[in-house]
């Protein structure tokens, strides 16, 4: 039986690790609505609560970093000798959601809480809301 070359062996590896990594969205970049179950409390005992699917933004957005330019080097005494552009999945729009609260003796109280509605790469913020 004839060998495979080592190139052919070396093709047949990557398009197995190409074609592998297509099913996987996460790493795509971009920012999604990702849904996860929230409850919620009316309280620390739990005297009222309900669950809801809420919305949130997940996934991957693009950054770079690269040597300063010249004049940026000079402005900076020479200290800032790397520049990073970065973006993160951010929430762009927001949308309130009853939830419904089952209470002790058959009561129930609805409490409004805020899903994502838009999601987008946007600048990084330590606190945007």
Known sequence: MPMASPQTL???LLFLVV???WGQQAAIPGCHLHP???????DRQGTCQGSHVAQACVGH????????????????GYRHNVTS???????TGLRKVKVQL???GGR???LEIFT???????????SRY
Do not use: H, K, W
């Open 116 to 126: 994502a509605r838009a999601c987008q790469c946007d600048m990084c913020r330590l």
């Open 10 to 12: 070396l093709f047949c």
């Open 85 to 91: 552009i970065s973006q993160c999945c951010t929430i």
């Open 19 to 21: 074609t592998e990594g």
């Open 108 to 110: 129930r109280e609805d």
């Open 61 to 76: 957005c693009e950054s770079s970093a690269f040597p300063s330019r010249y004049s940026v080097l000079v402005a900076s």
């Open 102 to 104: 089952q209470c002790g």
């Open 36 to 42: 996860f179950n929230v409850t919620v409390r009316s």
